[in-house]
């Protein structure tokens, strides 16, 4: 079975301040992992993805996560929050890329 | 080059009514997928297509649920009756390639209201 799981479903940061949204992923094999970003009123968008390279993972808009399979984590990392980050965030698991799951999501709040 | 199309945007229908999504993939996508994402949880997927053939249908509630992919190009998702339970955000999504991990693009949604 596969899963993931959010920790944080709000997260709130003050802008030019360090981005950390956290996620666990549950799976019997090798997964790929994804962060998806959806902003109010605009489809979801992908940030970045996972698929067995590189274990640091570099995306859009200054974002990145780091494979963990020890700890079974994929956390979505930035180092400067800008005001336009403010959104919905989803970490998604697939095995084969037949079945996607998705987590419940984080909001990013970013104080100006 | 345009992005997925979904329409209506918006729906408002009372329980045991019929209701059709329509959705147009990015042109060329193989693969085309539906996805209910409930307020305040993550998209769920319903069904998923490779060109006009099911690939996945396993969380479709095949009892009131129903889609078609024609010509393997436009999808169109039915529910016949509806329930208040169905009220959510239908998603649309296509992916260039057939099988494996690959980047989905999103339409906008229509937003379902069942009174």
């Known amino acids: 079975a596969q899963s993931v799981t959010q920790l944080d479903s709000h997260v709130s940061v003050s802008e030019g301040t360090p981005v950390l949204l956290r996620c666990n992923y549950s799976s019997s094999y090798s997964p790929s992992l994804f962060w998806y970003v959806q902003h109010p009123n605009k489809g979801l968008q992908l940030l970045l993805k996972?698929?067995?390279?590189?274990?640091l993972v570099k995306g859009i808009n200054g974002f990145e996560a780091e494979f963990k399979k020890s700890e079974t984590s994929f956390h979505l990392t930035k180092p400067s929050a800008h005001m336009s980050d403010a959104a919905e965030y989803f970490c998604v698991v697939t095995q084969t890329g037949n079945q996607f799951y998705f987590g419940t999501g984080t909001s990013l709040t970013v104080i100006p | 080059e345009a992005g997925v199309a979904q329409s209506p945007r918006y729906k408002i229908i009372e329980k045991r009514q019929s209701v059709a999504f329509w959705c147009n993939p990015i042109s060329g996508h193989a693969t085309l997928y539906w996805y209910q994402q409930i307020l305040g949880q993550g998209p769920k997927l319903l069904i998923q297509f490779q060109n006009n053939g099911v690939v996945d249908d396993s969380q479709l509630p095949k009892d009131r649920f129903s889609a078609e992919r024609l010509k393997g190009v436009d999808s169109t998702l039915k529910i016949q009756p509806a329930k208040l339970e169905d009220s959510a955000v239908y998603l649309c999504?296509?992916?260039?390639?057939?099988?494996?991990?690959?980047?989905?693009?999103f339409g906008p949604g229509t937003r379902l209201t069942v009174l």
């Open positions: 996972y698929t067995s390279a590189a274990t």
């Open positions: 999504a296509s992916s260039l390639l057939a099988g494996g991990p690959n980047e989905q693009f």
